[in-house]
């Protein structure tokens, strides 16, 4: 005769669901505190898992970090895809530097990730560095597409301009407000811009 009570079913979770749910709990542990001070154990004991699931999906905590920069970049791909203005560079550019604005200035930002990253691995040759500089390198591609639709004769020359500035507007959005830091950034995008086709 069967039991009019079932025995608790214990809740199993797919491998693409467990990875993604690392990998979410890493991103904020290393956004939040820094990679180096944020251990494999630390991200175990927020997800729930063993060490051994753990490393089934990364086989060390370096894939981790690499895996989490991809995951920031492919988030700001997407981003960069959504405020493009086609055939209006400078609107673009003002896009950008609203939503950087309105980002750097918001509780928990702690700058770019990429940027943090590389302040804390310093080998160039190291897997993490790497990411980061594949990154930067589409970041430079992109802002040098909008300069050549704007016109300039230096593409190349501007997108570095335009990236140095993005990265100081990161860190200025610590202490400014957005709409200053907003309004900062676009002037500056837009004054780079018009100097470089006149």
Not at 72 to 93: A, C, F, N
Request: aromatic content about 8%.
């Amino acid at each position: 005769m069967e039991s009019d009570t079932a025995e608790p079913v214990a809740r199993t979770t797919s491998g693409p669901e467990t990875r993604a749910r690392i990998l979410a709990a890493a991103s904020t542990l290393f956004y939040a505190q820094g990679i180096r001070a944020t251990s494999a154990d630390r991200v175990i004991a927020e997800v729930g898992i063993t060490k051994v699931t753990f490393y089934r999906h990364f086989r060390t905590k370096s894939d981790l970090v690499v895996a989490y920069l991809e995951a920031q970049g492919t988030l700001e791909r997407e981003w960069m895809e959504r405020i493009r203005h086609q055939g209006d560079p400078v609107g673009s550019l003002r896009a950008l530097a609203a939503d950087i604005g309105a980002v750097s200035c918001s509780p928990g930002f702690r700058g770019c990730a990429f940027i943090n990253a590389a302040a804390e691995f310093s080998d160039p040759d190291d897997a993490v560095r790497a990411t980061v500089a594949a990154h930067r390198e589409w970041m430079l591609g992109e802002f040098a597409d909008l300069a050549a639709e704007a016109g300039v004769s230096d593409p190349d020359a501007v997108a570095r301009q335009l990236l140095i500035l993005r990265d100081g507007a990161m860190v200025s959005g610590y202490l400014g407000e957005p709409t200053v830091v907003a309004d900062s950034l676009g002037a500056a995008f837009a004054s780079i811009i018009t100097g470089a086709t006149t």
